[in-house]
């Protein structure tokens, strides 16, 4: 038993997913070997060793799974060198149903790029013991604060309606230039569209899909500390939006304009923190409200 739960910790980060393209292969290994012809066969071999490729069923393949076109694998990324990421998730609640994190800057919440071990799931499946955790929402990889993980399968739906139906009340905090010339609070809708390069978003003309209200919390000669309060959920919204305005959001790297690629400098984080969170419990039917203990730089 004790076995049987370790193999499942080990599988907790999500896997990616390959439906083997007609051919006349032997094995299934032979298969994936042609599909991804840049990852030696001695690597792919090492992890049906291991168990980290899987059939539809979820049972790990070995090197003689006869191939069949169609058939649905399922394998587990491993990075080479991965970096470490500073600064330690705070678990600020736990049930049956429901964890609440307090996320550091730079911890990406699922595997992504060069990070498959260095993540909020993987460290919180391996701290908890609990493969089932599935995160109900996402945070960029730069944003600090809260993130909500729902416990198992059961009840995950009704957690998710909380967001879908826009019945979670989201409070973020960021530092920016000053916006002496808007009335507040402000209201920010536009369109956000796919932009370039591939992760970035945009603004677009078209009917708006995306709305974030802006409130100063303190005025700084320099920088302000904004409320931002966004109604949709849109990927980057609030960076967009900040930087659509005239002030990105201090440290961005990505708005308003793509800066060159650098290591991640601790000293210089985004000034983005996902502060507060309120729901009614759709399980027990009792407000909740969490809020996260980190802080951003001082204004000045």
Same mark, same amino acid.
């Given at each position: 038993?004790?076995?049987?739960?370790?193999?499942?910790?080990?599988?907790a980060t999500a896997p990616?997913?390959?439906?083997?393209?007609?051919?006349?292969?032997?094995?299934?290994?032979?298969?994936?070997?042609?599909?991804?012809?840049?990852?030696?066969?001695?690597?792919?071999?090492?992890?049906?060793?291991?168990?980290?490729?899987?059939?539809?069923?979820?049972?790990?393949?070995?090197?003689?799974?006869?191939?069949?076109?169609?058939?649905k694998l399922r394998y587990? *990324?491993?990075?080479?060198?991965?970096? !470490?990421?500073?600064?330690?998730?705070?678990?600020?609640?736990?049930?049956?149903?429901?964890?609440?994190?307090?996320?550091?800057?730079?911890?990406?919440?699922?595997?992504?790029? +060069?990070?498959?071990?260095?993540?909020?799931?993987?460290?919180?499946?391996?701290?908890?013991?609990?493969?089932?955790?599935?995160?109900?929402?996402?945070?960029?990889?730069? !944003?600090?604060?809260?993130?909500?993980?729902?416990?198992?399968?059961?009840?995950?739906?009704?957690?998710?309606?909380?967001?879908?139906?826009? *019945?979670?009340?989201?409070?973020?905090? +960021?530092?920016?230039?000053?916006?002496?010339?808007?009335?507040?609070?402000?209201?920010?809708?536009?369109?956000?569209?796919?932009?370039?390069?591939?992760?970035?978003? *945009?603004?677009?003309?078209?009917?708006?899909?995306?709305?974030?209200?802006?409130?100063?919390?303190?005025?700084?000669?320099?920088?302000?500390?904004?409320?931002?309060?966004?109604? !949709?959920?849109?990927?980057?919204?609030?960076?967009?939006?900040?930087? +659509?305005?005239?002030?990105?959001?201090?440290?961005?790297?990505?708005?308003?304009?793509?800066?060159?690629?650098?290591?991640?400098?601790?000293?210089?984080?985004?000034q983005l923190l996902a502060?507060?969170? +309120?729901?009614?419990?759709?399980?027990?039917?009792?407000? *909740?409200?969490?809020?996260?203990?980190?802080?951003?730089?001082?204004?000045?």
């Amino acid at each position: 038993m004790a076995g049987a739960k370790l193999t499942r910790m080990i599988h907790a980060t999500a896997p990616s997913t390959v439906h083997l393209p007609e051919g006349d292969w032997p094995t299934a290994l032979d298969s994936l070997c042609a599909c991804f012809p840049r990852i030696p066969r001695g690597q792919w071999l090492d992890r049906v060793r291991r168990g980290r490729v899987l059939d539809a069923r979820d049972q790990p393949i070995d090197e003689h799974t006869p191939y069949g076109a169609g058939m649905k694998l399922r394998y587990f *990324r491993e990075v080479a060198s991965e970096p !470490t990421i500073p600064g330690d998730e705070v678990v600020l609640h736990e049930d049956a149903h429901l964890v609440v994190v307090d996320k550091p800057h730079f911890l990406p919440v699922v595997p992504a790029g +060069a990070y498959v071990q260095q993540t909020l799931l993987a460290r919180l499946v391996r701290r908890l013991g609990n493969p089932a955790l599935v995160p109900l929402h996402r945070l960029d990889r730069e !944003t600090a604060g809260l993130v909500l993980f729902s416990a198992q399968p059961a009840t995950r739906d009704a957690y998710l309606r909380l967001f879908r139906e826009r *019945r979670i009340a989201k409070r973020y905090e +960021a530092l920016a230039a000053p916006l002496p010339g808007l009335d507040f609070p402000y209201v920010r809708h536009s369109r956000l569209e796919r932009g370039e390069p591939f992760f970035r978003m *945009r603004e677009a003309d078209g009917e708006a899909n995306s709305e974030t209200r802006v409130d100063v919390i303190e005025r700084g000669p320099r920088w302000w500390r904004y409320a931002l309060d966004p109604h !949709t959920g849109r990927k980057h919204q609030l960076r967009v939006h900040m930087a +659509a305005l005239g002030a990105p959001i201090r440290n961005d790297r990505f708005y308003p304009a793509l800066q060159d690629r650098e290591e991640d400098d601790p000293g210089r984080p985004l000034q983005l923190l996902a502060r507060a969170l +309120a729901f009614v419990d759709p399980l027990s039917g009792r407000p *909740r409200q969490f809020r996260s203990a980190r802080s951003l730089d001082a204004i000045a």
